[in-house]
Every structure is written in C-alpha cells, then in structure tokens.
C-alpha cells in the first residue's frame, strides 16, 4: 500500500508509525520529520486511543481502516481464567422407545390389487363384454374387443371384471357379500354403441360377458398404521381367492368382520384353525420275499394317519373296534397373523403378515390377545 500525505507534521508521525506496524511501505512529504523524532511504537500506542477521534475524521476510508487494524492487532490482551471441568468415561444407559411402525401405500400397492364388492357397484353403471376378434373368447392384454352400454368414464379406462363368489358367514348363514374378481383395465378406442375397447392391463383373459365400469384409481392416500384389535372378535376367513392349499404369506384374504364390527384399516388380528379329528388305524405289512430267500420275515405293524374332512362323518367306537382304529381329536392352533387393508361394511380385506401353516377358509379370526 501507497500512501501520500500533505498534512501536519502530528499526524503524518502517527499514519507512519501504524503502517510501519502494519509492514507497509511509507511514502510522503517527510519534511520536517527526522527520524529522531519519532518515538518508539510502545509509547505512541497509547496516545493513539486519545487521539483516535481527532485524526480519523482527516482521514480517506482506507487509511482509517488501516489504523483501526493497527490497533485491533496491537491491543493489550484480556486474560481471563476459565474454570475447568473435569470429565471421567462412564457408562450412560438411554432408553430406547420403540418406533411406531408405519405402512405406505407404495410399501403395500404390490399385494394389494383392487378389491371390489358387488355390493358396491350401481348395476345401472355396467357395460358387458361382448366378443374379440374373430370370434375369440379368451382376451389377454392388448387384445382388442367390443363392448356395448358403456357407462361414462371421464379418463376412457374401464375396469374388467367379473361375478364371485357369494359369501355367507359360516355359522349364522347370514348374506355378507358378493365378490367381484378384477381381471383387467381396457382402454376405450371407438365410442358407440357397440364401442371397440383395448386391453391394456391383464392379471387373467377377460371373456365374453365380463362386466365393465369407469375406471377409478384405488385410494392409497392412506398410510397404515399397524395395531392389535383391542376388542373381542370372533370372526371366519370366507376367501383365500381360489388358492386350494391355503394362503401364505402377502397374501390377501376376506374376513367376515367389517366396519359394522369396528374394523378399521391397520388392525391386527390372529386366525386359529380348528379342531380337527384324525383316524388312527393300524395294519399288519409283509415284506415281498427276496428272490434268494423264500423265508418271509416278521410281519410289521404300521400305523396310518387320516385327517377327517369337515364335512365327513367321524366313524363311531363300535365301527372302529374291529378296525384297530382310534379317533384323536387335536386342539386348536395359531395359523399366522393378519392385517387389515380394505373395510366394507360387513367384510373386510386382510393381508396375511406371517403364518405357522396356510390359512385356509373356515380358520377363525380372534383378537391378538385372546
């Protein structure tokens, strides 16, 4: 930094003296100024704060800066003591509280499909399938078909669909609902009154008389928020969807409770299987005879297992006693854990979050904690 002054002899001495504490070359009108003159840094420093108010204002901006730098750095520092804390390594234990678990719509969109009620649908608002091309009654994706009395859809899909199952609850024979089996989205190509439709989504072949409604995104705003079922429930799987060996694991099932019971989105709830008869009986088995030996060995008894049906008569004693059979009942058992995804007003739609052994229908739904 260059700086040149015409000033007085005062305060030429003093802009020296803080940039040559600085490390900044000096240049100016030096007269009258002997080097002699000019008192060690130390002692000037202190007249600088009485006089800091009287030079400044005959000062530029950037030399005024510079001398307040000068006495920034040159200030007498402040010692203080601080106290001391004295910190020794221990062991702190902190509560850990379990996180409450939560189910986005994403997380469960994959197993959920689109679970529709007959019940639900206005029988004045259905379209029906009506052939494809050529004939053909087997109607994948991407196949084109005709289809008359469309109702309105203001997105041109339809939902393809078809009449289930009736449900009835097992034990009272009370009407619950009648299911309806999604089967694919179509996409419609030529209105009229027999319009021309694609198939653009297909879980199954859509066939003639399948019906046909606007369709309607499934709501999946909803998150999920899973907790046991605080009330008693005594409830029967009515559907595992056709699957004969029972249904395992994100797996949908329907139950026969529903928001008339105080169902609600997130519950969690036990299925139990029945008790079940077996049939013991046993039977006297001869080995076959070895081709080198003719001996025949021991005769062994073996012991057969059957499981009775439901529906099948359980023999009396009196038929078993010259069948060497015996009867043994088992008793009810854990079959896994669900959780509840669809209400409706009498059933309900339930994911199959673990199981001990499928569940099939007629397994009971109870509480966690009953």
Known sequence: MWVHFEKDSMRLNFIRI????????????????????????????????????????????PQAQDLRSVLEESAIPDYRVL?????????????????????????????????????EVDASMLG???????????????????AQNLPLSETGLYTVFRRGDTLTHPASGEYLATMAH?????????PGAIAALTMVRSAEEAMPGDHLIAYKAPSRSAYLYPAPAQFP???????????????GGYSLVVISVGRRDGIQPGHLLSTRYPEQTILLTSKTVSPAR????????????????????CDERVPSQRELRGR????????EG????????????????ALVRSTERAVQVGDRVVSPDA
Request: hydrophobic letters at 45%; glycine letters at 8%.
């Open 18 to 61: 803080a940039l040559e504490k600085r490390g900044a070359p000096w240049m100016g009108n030096t007269t009258g100024l002997a080097p002699k003159s000019v008192m060690p840094f130390g002692i000037v420093l202190p007249m600088v704060s009485a006089l800091c108010l009287t030079i400044l204002p005959g000062l530029s901006a």
């Open 83 to 119: 106290p001391v804390t004295v910190l020794s390594p221990e062991i702190r234990e902190t509560r850990r509280s379990v996180p409450t678990q939560v189910l986005t719509p994403d997380a469960l969109a994959p197993f959920l499909g689109d679970p529709m009620l007959m019940d």
């Open 128 to 146: 029906r399938v009506i052939t494809g091309p050529d004939g053909n009654v087997l109607l994948g994706q991407f196949s084109p078909f005709l």
């Open 182 to 190: 999604v089967v694919g989205v179509a996409r419609l190509d030529e």
């Open 233 to 247: 429930l005594d409830a029967y799987v009515l559907s595992t969807f056709g699957i004969a060996s029972g249904a």
């Open 290 to 309: 070895a081709r080198d030996n003719c001996r025949i060995t021991d005769a062994k008894e073996a012991v057969y297992v059957r499981m009775l049906r």
């Open 324 to 331: 060497s059979g015996e009867l043994m009942r088992l008793p």
């Open 334 to 349: 854990r079959a896994g854990e669900l959780m509840v995804v669809r209400v409706f007003n009498r059933v309900s739609y």
